[in-house]
């Protein structure tokens, strides 16, 4: 009887043990992959953060571009000819002088939009966009549009960022190399999910043609980190197409 009750007593003894142990391993294993976990989710914060920052500098690079080439070929073509029509003015062409100083500070006006460097960090991308389509108008690159489908919402400031980023590269490619005579945009809100298409009708290129010079691969690497999907798609002879599907 005490030969069983010892047995039992060892029994218990070990099962109490082994139960120990495993919690220990289980509890050692989660917390391994817990702080695993939160270094991956570390890291990716620090990509995006550093994605973004990148962003942010090409924008910033980009837009002082820009304005540089609309300083020189665009303003200062509009000073010029006002010079020239103030060392001729009359009562009658004083009218013309008039419009051409207006038109002037008008440019100057939408360029100061753009100088504010608080206004590629609160971003808001529809506002953006339109202006990248009205400076295309207005300096006849192209004829471009934009336009709003369903109920707008905000989307996160840094996302925007990043998505405009997109668009600028795909702009940028259309006014460079495409030579289209139209640029149409399109921001369509429908079931959560924003859909934002640029489509141009420029010369295009064939899919196994080496594209990389538009900037596909940093397209696609950005678009992953808002966690969108892209759909690009090109033909030659009839222009090219860039799609974002991002969640709101």
Known sequence: MQENGGLVLIVST?????????????????????????????????RFEKELTETQIEIREETLRNISWELHDNIGQLLTLAKIQLQSATKENIKEVSETITRGLAEVRSLSKLINPEAINNIELKEAIQLEIDRFNRLNFINANLTILGDEIKIDKKHSIIIFRILQEFFSN???????????????????????????????????????????????????????????????????????????
């Open 174 to 248: 259309t006014i460079k190399h495409s030579r289209a005579s139209t640029l149409k945009v399109i921001l369509n809100y429908k079931n959560e999910i924003l859909y934002i298409t640029a489509v141009d009708d420029g010369i295009g290129f064939s899919s196994d043609s080496n594209n990389s010079g538009i900037g596909l691969i940093n397209i696609k690497k950005r678009t992953e980190l808002i966690g969108a999907e892209i759909n690009f798609e090109s033909e030659k002879g009839k222009g090219t197409s860039l799609e974002i599907q991002y969640k709101l």
């Open 14 to 46: 070990l099962l109490v043990l082994f139960t120990v142990i495993a919690l220990i391993v289980l509890f050692t294993v989660f917390q391994k992959k817990k702080n695993s976990l939160v270094e991956e989710r570390k890291k990716a914060e620090q």
